[in-house]
């Protein structure tokens, strides 16, 4: 993420989630101008980004060249670290204790060589290695090294007051839109204003489809956050995020540590809804039940439930993936961000610094 020379350009961005600030930042530092706008606080603590932590990972062994572009990711994710937070110990947001991934036994091989043709650093590990977490019967685990847990709202906070000293940004807090020209990337904001860029990226999480038309099908996420006996926290303190565990392999969690809680949850916890904002019950016992009954940790029952918390995203309507979208000349929206729009947002970002390059104003949009 080097420093750009060409002349500035008017970027904005709509949206001051994970994508949105990261955006802004790889703008900013390619020499362009940028105006931010969100409807809330800059960082939102609303927003579907706000959170204790996210994974990042890359492997997906049914998609080599998907594993290669999210392996840049990790990169991408260490030079920001640098830039928004220095290079002290203990003052970053990337702990790199690693990804486990359990599988069936004899896929394992597999999985282990598209990693190698991917020019990632794995290792096959044992269950009874990590007693602490469950895997299928017959699973074996592979260990994804350069790997871990993005502290999120630590990310967000590091961006935003990053954006806000430099003087090529414009934060603008409070500010929601009311909607977007495509064809002229013009934005309207709800008071009557306007912001004019060369290049507008909405980025609104779940609520961009109430800004443009993208077809996408929104999920919502129940997530349980759990405090870890005491002789236990300092094993969770270097335990590897993990993925594919539990009693029926569709569980996940995010460790404790650095100040965070441990975080589970499972795809049986994830529904389909219409509206981020619906008036769906706010109690969560059904999925929190449904969660902690997953069989996802050893003694689950020792464990101190501390929070509850749902997230929301949206996926493609009809890949069911993630994506950027052209929607005009110098409009892109990231309707889609699948569940891993957090970890993948650096190279969102690549793709808008490259459309505003004289020689790539254009450029394809990827899936993510």
């Known amino acids: 993420m080097g420093t750009g020379t060409r002349s500035a350009r008017r970027v904005v961005v709509v949206g001051a989630g994970v994508t949105g600030l990261v955006t802004a930042v790889a703008c900013v530092l390619a020499g362009h101008q940028v105006t931010v706008l969100d409807r809330g606080a800059i960082p939102h603590p609303g927003s579907s980004s706000f959170d204790q932590h996210r994974a990042i990972r890359a492997l997906d062994p049914d998609d080599l060249p998907g594993t290669r572009r999210a392996a840049l990711a990790h990169q991408r994710w260490l030079e920001l670290e640098t830039l928004l937070c220095g290079s002290h110990p203990g003052v970053g947001f990337y702990r790199r204790v690693g990804v486990l991934t359990g599988w069936p036994g004899g896929q394992v091989e597999r999985v ?73 990337a013009r934005v309207v904001l709800a008071d009557g204003g306007c912001e004019q860029g060369d290049l507008v990226l909405v980025a609104g999480g779940p609520w961009t489809g109430s800004l443009v038309d993208v077809p996408t099908v929104l999920h919502r996420q129940t997530m349980v956050y759990l405090r ?59 999925w929190v039940d449904r969660i902690l009954a997953a069989g996802i940790l050893t003694g689950t029952d020792r464990y101190t439930v501390a929070a509850v918390k749902r997230c929301h ?15 005009g000349p110098a409009v892109y929206a990231r309707a889609a961000s699948g569940g891993d729009g957090f970890r993948t947002a650096p190279l969102v970002a690549d793709r808008i610094v490259a459309a ?13």
Request: charged letters at 25%; glycine letters at 6%.
């Open 112 to 184: 282990a060589q598209v990693a190698a043709d991917a020019g990632l650093s794995v290792k096959l590990v044992e269950p009874d290695e990590v007693g602490q977490i469950r895997f299928p019967a017959g699973a074996r685990a592979v260990l994804e090294l350069d790997a871990g847990v993005l502290l999120a709202d630590r990310v967000l906070w590091a961006a935003a007051r990053w954006l806000a000293r430099h003087p090529a940004a414009r934060l603008r807090a409070w500010s929601p839109v009311a909607s977007v020209d495509t064809d002229r």
């Open 228 to 286: 870890p006996p005491a002789d236990l926290v300092r094993w969770w303190d270097t335990a590897p995020s993990a993925g594919r565990v539990g009693a029926d392999g569709r569980a996940w969690l995010l460790p404790s540590g650095a100040g965070t809680l441990l975080k589970v949850s499972t795809d049986a916890a994830c529904r389909v809804v219409a509206d981020p904002d619906d008036d769906e019950p706010a109690d969560e016992r059904h």
């Open 313 to 327: 995203y949206a996926v493609d309507a009809t890949t069911g993936g993630a994506h950027l979208v052209r929607l």
């Open 356 to 368: 505003l390059r004289p020689t790539d104003r254009h450029p394809s949009p990827d899936i993510f």
